[in-house]
């Protein structure tokens, strides 16, 4: 079945969160290159926004304060100490103007990759939790009708 994003994608030159994926994708690793200012949105909603170049990306992303706090926390508030680093986005809903919408947020490359280690645990994990229930006492005279 197609994808409608697929069919109508973003042509904005800053990245969507479907760009990313749904809520229910995996988050996207990434490094981050630069960080610049630029205009987001038009006329009356035109503002000026930090703007984070990606390695992995053609499109930069628009940082919000949320998002950009949360790169400080991790990297420091030096924009130029972020080059080179690693994060991860994700997609979830938030509240926006009274309304659910799918936003892009981040954290760190080791979570993201922690979450998904202990989201998928390896076979000798699922063996040592899985306990196969005891057999039925049977009667062997007793035909199992």
């Known amino acids: 079945m197609p994808n409608i994003n697929e069919m109508m ?3 904005s030159k800053f990245l969507a969160s479907t760009d990313i994926g749904t809520p229910d994708d995996p988050p996207v690793c990434v490094t981050m290159r630069s960080v610049s200012m630029d205009t ?4 009356a909603d035109a503002q000026v926004k930090p ?3 990606l390695d992995e990306f053609e499109k930069g992303l628009a940082l919000n304060k949320t998002n950009g706090e949360m790169i400080a926390a991790f990297y420091g508030v030096e924009t130029d100490n972020w080059t080179g680093k690693r994060i991860a986005l994700y997609t979830t809903f938030v509240e926006f103007q009274g309304k659910a919408v799918q936003a892009i947020r981040i954290h ?7 979450k998904s280690e202990a989201a998928q645990p390896n076979a000798q994990q699922a063996a040592q939790q899985f ?3 005891n057999p039925p006492m049977t009667d062997p005279a007793d035909p199992g009708f």
């Open 108 to 114: 760190s490359e080791t979570t993201s990759r922690l």
């Open 40 to 43: 987001v949105g038009q006329g």
């Open 51 to 53: 703007i984070l170049a």
């Open 9 to 11: 994608p973003s042509t």
């Open 131 to 133: 306990q196969a229930p």
